[in-house]
């Protein structure tokens, strides 16, 4: 059975950085299209990181470039999201999603919260 748990949410002051990771059960993620999205307070949820099957490329969103790092962690069938210089307008509850031709698979969500 297909399981995402994501985990590294938390509270951390603008400027900050944060890691979130996203463990996976029940199949293997190198063969599928491993994304971080994100829901803000009133927003639809949004896409913030997608890196395709087998780390062959990977889109950011405009408003995380350089700012954001997805990885893969094969060893522990993970995938992690290292945000750097968190501005309040990051705060929202982050999604790990799997993706492969029909199939879909989501986390349960972590929170994230940018405030001083």
């Known amino acids: 059975q297909a399981r995402l748990v994501e985990s590294g949410g938390g509270l951390v002051q603008p400027g900050g950085s944060l890691r979130l990771s996203c463990v996976v059960s029940g199949f293997d993620i190198s063969r599928y299209a491993m994304s971080w999205y994100r829901q803000r307070p009133g927003k639809e949820r949004e896409l913030v990181v997608e890196?395709?099957?087998?780390?062959?490329?990977?889109e950011y969103a405009e408003s995380v470039k350089g700012r954001f790092i997805i990885f893969r962690d094969d060893e522990k069938n993970a995938v992690n999201l290292e945000m750097n210089m968190l501005e309040p307008e990051d705060t929202a509850v982050y999604y790990c999603?799997?993706?492969?031709?029909?199939?879909?698979?989501w986390g349960q969500g972590t929170q994230v919260t940018v405030s001083s």
């Open positions: 890196n395709s099957a087998f780390g062959w490329r990977t």
């Open positions: 999603n799997a993706n492969r031709r029909s199939e879909s698979y």
